[in-house]
């Protein structure tokens, strides 16, 4: 298993931006495809964005489309989030997660999670 550890996250408003980051170890990161979820206060888990092991393949939720952008480097071990025009819906913790390329689970791997929250 990978171990995953989330940062960035914190109190911002409206309309602002922040970049979560995703730091990768044990594991050849490469070896994995990576996600981002998020749960908001009372609601499921949702996945908000992925991206294939080499970078060349991402998926947005509809939700953010065209406001998050998420990213990896190889080279650094690490994922990022970049995540724009914030809302106060956007409130929530979000997690990384990792999937093994070769394997047929899911998302086994999961870090702790960052706060993200958004005034109004």
């Known amino acids: 298993q990978v171990q995953l550890v989330e940062s960035g996250g914190g109190l911002v408003q409206t309309g602002d931006s922040l970049r979560l980051s995703c730091a990768a170890s044990g594991r050849t990161f490469s070896s994995y495809h990576m996600a981002w979820f998020r749960q908001a206060p009372g609601k499921e888990r949702e996945i908000v964005a992925r991206i294939n092991w080499s970078g060349e393949s991402t998926y947005y939720a509809d939700s953010v489309e065209g406001q998050f952008t998420i990213s990896r480097d190889n080279v650094k071990n690490t994922a990022y989030l970049q995540m724009n025009s914030l809302k106060p819906e956007d409130t929530a913790v979000y997690y990384c997660?990792?999937?093994?390329?070769?394997?047929?689970?899911?998302?086994?791997?999961w870090g702790q999670g960052t706060q993200v929250t958004v005034s109004s």
């Open positions: 997660a990792a999937r093994y390329k070769f394997g047929t689970e899911g998302f086994g791997s």
